[in-house]
Nanobody
Framework: QVQLVETGGGLVQAGGSLRLSCAAS????????MGWFRQAPGKEREFVAR????????YYTDSVKGRFTISRDNAKNTVYLKMNSLKPEDTAVYYC????????????WGQGTQVTVSS
């Protein structure tokens, strides 16, 4: 059974940085996309970034390009989201997710970690 566990959230001032981690277990993820999503209060969940476990290709939503970096560590089966130059509008619960490359919707989700950016 796939398990995704996020850590690293917290409270940070605007302009600061945080690194989120997502520890993945339960299967081999070589043919998976790993993604980060976020949901702010009163808003729908939105895509943030994703990485291909097989070829390391990445994709970001426009609002985080140049500020956030998604990466992975194969040895630790962990995906990271380094967030720099944080803004109050980045405040949200951040979720890690996983899906097989050929599947449209993300299949597995973590429990989420809160990120709060104060102005």
């Amino acid at each position: 059974q796939v398990q995704l566990v996020e850590t690293g959230g917290g409270l940070v001032q605007a302009g600061g940085s945080l690194r989120l981690s997502c520890a993945a277990s339960g299967r081999t993820f070589s043919s998976y996309y790993m993604g980060w999503f976020r949901q702010a209060p009163g808003k729908e969940r939105e895509f943030v970034a994703r990485i291909s476990w097989s070829d390391d290709s990445t994709y970001y939503t426009d609002s985080v390009k140049g500020r956030f970096t998604i990466s992975r560590d194969n040895a630790k089966n962990t995906v990271y989201l380094k967030m720099n130059s944080l803004k109050p509008e980045d405040t949200a619960v951040y979720y890690c997710a996983a899906k097989r490359i050929y599947i449209i919707k993300y299949e597995h989700w973590g429990q989420g970690t809160q990120v709060t950016v104060s102005s």
